[in-house]
């Protein structure tokens, strides 16, 4: 049994000798650094004992046992310089390497690991867990040390994407972040799907929602308990959603959400749930006989929206479209949601830029169905 250990640790040495750029010991770029001095010493060997072995008119490769005194010599007096120098380069490598690479980038990374410890301590749990665990938010984690300055960069600028009031992620962060990998990742990803969905296969959505009469709950209650209100729609939310998406405060009292589902979830219990959750757990309370629930209103469009035409609406434009689907349930009575479903894409830019305007359009003309509970 121990014997089949050391060999596990011997194959992961080498594992770690091969790994070029991603060395975690001094001994492992030392052993590919003899091994490649060792192969160079060896070829300029074999190459000098031919070449001394041509001009003197021995025979290169004589049969075993047929060497001369004088070409053996030759050979050995080859193979110990070659030792020799081998021995010397190596060292002068390893200690050049160690010197100006491996010790100041092995500091390097010991100061970047405890400034990005630093860095995710001083940031809120909710997010840093949000971090870690959301689709939407990937750091490299290969292992080499540009990875680590990667990540030290990714969790220190966190915080300029933080809203403190909702713990959400704010305006910032999708303008700058997220509307990018939902140009790239996400867009490919669905994209080499084709249209035809499988069982299990990623869908996603974008989700625009508004507190309902939130500048009667300023009004009569203050500004101050506005915020209480805020913080707790930041908090409903983010349990809503988990790890399948990411909350944005858009703004004011509006709160963006993009989410990733499996196919057949359906957006529309989707939209249900977020508005029956919101109601029963975001509430007006410790104000005697008007405590009452905070409704919002709710809308949604599957990105991308046409799935033949993944690049025909940008993602600000699907942003407007939920944002437009949002105002319809707002004036159907709030505490409701709308949502678009496909039907047929526009024929030509013209009409598709109609339908990014207008929904009622894009309903009127049979492009996208609304739908509603």
Same mark, same amino acid.
């Given at each position: 049994?121990?014997?089949? +250990?050391?060999?596990?640790?011997?194959?992961? !040495? !080498?594992?770690?000798?091969?790994?070029?750029?991603?060395?975690?010991?001094?001994?492992?770029?030392?052993?590919?650094?003899? @091994? *490649? =001095?060792?192969?160079?010493?060896?070829?300029?060997?074999?190459?000098?004992?031919? !070449?001394?072995?041509?001009?003197? /008119? +021995? *025979?290169?490769?004589?049969?075993?046992?047929?060497?001369?005194?004088?070409?053996?010599?030759?050979?050995? =007096?080859? $193979?110990l310089g070659m030792i020799f120098i081998d021995f010397l380069m190596g060292t002068f490598f390893v200690l050049l390497y160690d010197?100006?690479?491996?010790?100041? *980038?092995?500091?390097? $990374?010991?100061? $970047?690991? #405890? #400034? *990005?410890? /630093?860095?995710?301590?001083?940031?809120?749990?909710? @997010?840093?867990?949000?971090?870690? /665990?959301?689709?939407? $938010? #990937?750091?490299?984690?290969t292992g080499t040390w540009v990875d680590s300055i990667d990540k030290y960069i990714t969790v220190a600028s966190n915080e300029k994407y933080y809203d403190e009031l909702t713990g959400c992620f704010n305006r910032k962060y999708f303008a700058q972040v997220l509307s990018k990998m939902l140009k790239t990742e996400m867009l490919c990803d669905i994209k080499s799907q084709g249209t035809i969905r499988s069982y299990g296969s990623s869908m996603f959505a974008i989700f625009m929602i508004d507190i309902d009469h939130f500048k009667y709950i300023n009004d009569e209650f203050g500004h101050q308990y506005g915020d209480v209100i805020l913080a707790l729609v930041g908090k409903t939310l983010k349990k809503i959603v988990g790890n399948k998406g990411v909350v944005i405060r858009n703004g004011g009292e509006e709160f963006l959400l993009i989410v990733c589902m499996e196919y057949p979830e359906s957006f529309e219990s989707y939209a249900e749930n977020i508005r029956n959750v919101f109601a029963k757990n975001v509430r007006i309370t410790g104000h005697g006989d008007k405590n009452r629930s905070v409704t919002c209103s709710v809308g949604y469009t599957p990105f991308p929206l046409f799935d033949e035409k993944p690049t025909a609406i940008s993602v600000e434009d699907h942003v407007n479209l939920a944002d437009q689907a949002m105002y319809l349930s707002k004036t159907s009575g709030r505490n409701t949601w709308r949502g678009l479903e496909v039907v047929h894409s526009p024929y030509n830019e013209e009409e598709m830029a109609k339908l990014v305007q207008s929904i009622d359009y894009g309903s009127k003309m049979r492009y996208i169905k609304i739908n509603m509970p």
């Open positions: 049994m121990a014997f089949f +250990y050391e060999i596990r640790k011997i194959r992961k !040495f !080498f594992e770690g000798v091969f790994a070029i750029g991603k060395w975690k010991r001094l001994s492992e770029a030392a052993t590919f650094i003899y @091994m *490649t =001095t060792t192969l160079f010493s060896s070829i300029v060997g074999l190459f000098l004992y031919a !070449f001394l072995s041509y001009i003197l /008119d +021995y *025979t290169v490769f004589p049969a075993f046992g047929t060497m001369g005194r004088t070409q053996g010599m030759i050979l050995l =007096t080859i $193979i010197k100006l690479i491996f010790s100041p *980038t092995e500091n390097i $990374i010991g100061q $970047i690991q #405890k #400034k *990005t410890e /630093d860095a995710a301590s001083a940031f809120p749990i909710e @997010m840093r867990q949000l971090v870690e /665990d959301n689709p939407f $938010i #990937k750091v490299s984690s």
